[in-house]
């Protein structure tokens, strides 16, 4: 099966985001798209006066700005693309975590950085029964990064995370794909040429470039998830542009 998460760039440009959607539902076998949304949400606090706040790529999340994103993640922009799939023939189901409680997760606790109502999740505690049943019954699950502590409370969850940690779940019963889509071809070496792209990364090259300040920023979170969901089972991982969806961009490999 495979496991596509686009990204917030990716859903600020139409029609860019149509071609996506369009290659996803044409894609044969099982599938599940996450999304993330992050330039949205960025506009609306922005019109309302909250200044958004990132900590290496990821966002600190208060009560205003949780309330924002689910609205956001979990309604405008989950549904529209539910809607763009079911227009190519592609029956998908939008949902976040707490949905049929398929994504349960902890508040992050206060550490270096107190990242608010922000959720950390296990592949151990993801239903995967659960999608396997959509999946069995001809749905495609289409997942906002939204989750729940089990007591009531929404969280926030980065999109990239929820990806990574679903794979992970479902490569116990299929050998899964799993295809990061964003608005570069790929991991750069210089973040101003698009066409610096690093064919492959490995766990040393990693360490390497983030030491040389070549990888920096939001993607140390997407690779540090991409690592875990390779270390965990999960078979094929491809960073691209909606240009290489189907093949190009980066390949992530494990060490040996």
Not at 75 to 101: E, R, W, Y
Not at 110 to 132: P, Q, S, W
Not at 201 to 211: F, G, V, W
């Amino acid at each position: 099966m495979i496991i596509l998460k686009i990204g917030g760039n990716v859903i600020d440009n139409p029609p860019v985001l149509e071609t996506v959607l369009r290659d996803f539902a044409g894609w044969q076998g099982s599938k599940i798209l996450v999304h993330g949304g992050g330039k949205i949400a960025n506009r609306l606090m922005e019109k309302i006066g909250i200044v958004p706040k990132l900590v290496e790529g990821r966002r600190v999340t208060d009560r205003e700005t949780l309330e924002i994103v689910t609205m956001v993640y979990g309604g405008l922009i989950n549904k529209n693309i539910v809607a763009a799939l079911q227009s190519f023939s592609c029956n998908a189901i939008g949902m976040t975590g707490a949905d049929a409680n398929i994504i349960p997760a902890a508040k992050r606790p206060v550490k270096e950085v107190d990242y608010g109502f922000v959720g950390d999740v296990n592949a151990d505690c993801i239903a995967g029964d659960v999608l396997c049943g959509f999946l069995r019954a001809g749905l495609v699950p289409v997942l906002a990064p939204i989750t729940h502590d089990g007591a009531g409370l929404l969280l926030n969850t980065n999109a990239d995370t929820i990806a990574s940690t679903v794979a992970i779940t479902l490569s116990k019963a299929f050998k899964v794909k799993l295809v990061f889509c964003f608005e570069k071809k790929g991991v750069l070496r210089d973040p101003d040429d698009d066409d610096s792209v690093i064919d492959f990364i490995d766990e040393d090259l990693y360490s390497r470039y983030k030491s040389e300040g070549i990888i920096t920023k939001g993607m140390i979170p997407k690779l540090d998830n991409a690592f875990a969901a390779l270390r965990s089972g999960v078979a094929e991982l491809r960073i691209c542009s909606p240009d290489g969806l189907n093949s190009g961009g980066t390949k992530i490999m494990v060490n040996g």
